[in-house]
């Protein structure tokens, strides 16, 4: 749909920009930069867990692998077909993060970052810094700044009750201009009609609660005592405060009546991997015979989903699975399309085709992508209906001139 612009999804024009610069394919740009976010996420994961699980080393190493390279139970109902969240939510899991996209891992790795630069940052540069990262992460992963806001408000309310001290700025300077511009964003989709239609079908609701507890354990059954032993021994500790924030408050909206529920579930599992193993070390420390399996049975029971989602990636590339190649045909048509029709040029094809005419391409289709497509299902179904043949000559004519069709 054509429409007046809008200052949405920038880093992706960045990279198209990086693209330019260097005069490299898209695909690999995008490639480079999930890497390169993915090894930003892992060194600032294992700082996070070295600050909030401070008083025992191997505790923060423990956890760092666990959330590195772990999920949830899903692979126990993948054989009948069920497709839990653990296999799909990829910004809830810093592993799916990093085998997603850029935008995840950089997200999380920027979230967590205002975390540590709020704990041991000083001065006017640690304001300068939460100033900058707020707005990168509204830019990056809007709804990321709805997460750092909600946990840096109640650390801020903790604090002034625990210690009758109000700590604003932290929360102020995060929001400084991260949240103008998500306002902006907001404004934006709502007044522009184009962006509004397409709004109205960003519906993310909260998996089933059986769902979100088999994709979180083992990792949530030890959280949830976690909390209460990290509250009583530690509520002090402001490290403590983030990873019980975060935890909480995000539990509660997950299932808060509200159309983008799931969106919460953003880096869940990074609080929950760290409260699981304040717990895990509580056990062995009043059961001492559990420290020879406990922690390595939750390892164990953690790994299986994202080899799975690993194996049946390889068995796809090994099939040559359409969603993944272009037949030499496909191939052709794309570099005609490329060199023989104008760049505004409005092509009909395929539901599987109009995924990758854009990309490739640059020119508009009917149909291309399931959420970001305007009206999605109900042109998805005309599309379908007109490659059916259910439409007589008169009505494919008419079909063709409604939608404007080069």
Known sequence: QPGDGAYLFL???????????????????FHIARILAGLFLLVILNEFYQYVLAFNPKLAWRAFLLSAIGSGLGWLVF??????????VAEAYPFLSIFANPHFPLALALILSV???????????????????GLLVSIILPFGIVILALVLLIQAIWEWIDQKRLVWQPLVFTLMAGGPFLLYQYWIILSDPVLASWNAQNNTPAPPLWDLILSFTPAILFALPGVYWLWRGQKAEKSARTLIGWFVVALLAIYFPFNLQRRFMLGFYIPTVALAMVAIDKINLSWPKTQRWLWTTVLILSIP??????????FGIQAHDPMLYLGRGEQQALEWIMKSTPSNDLILASPEMGMFIPSYTGRRVVYGHPFETVNALNEKNGLIAFYKGNFDVQESNRYLISKGVD
């Open 11 to 29: 880093f992706y024009l960045f990279l198209g920009h990086v693209s330019r610069w260097f005069n490299l394919p898209l695909i690999l740009t």
């Open 79 to 88: 054989v009948s077909s069920a497709l839990t969240s653990d296999f799909w």
């Open 115 to 133: 975390f540590l630069v709020e704990a041991k940052g000083k001065g006017i540069s640690k304001l300068a810094i939460l100033f900058a990262m």
């Open 305 to 314: 989903t994202n080899l799975t989602l690993l194996l049946a990636d390889n």
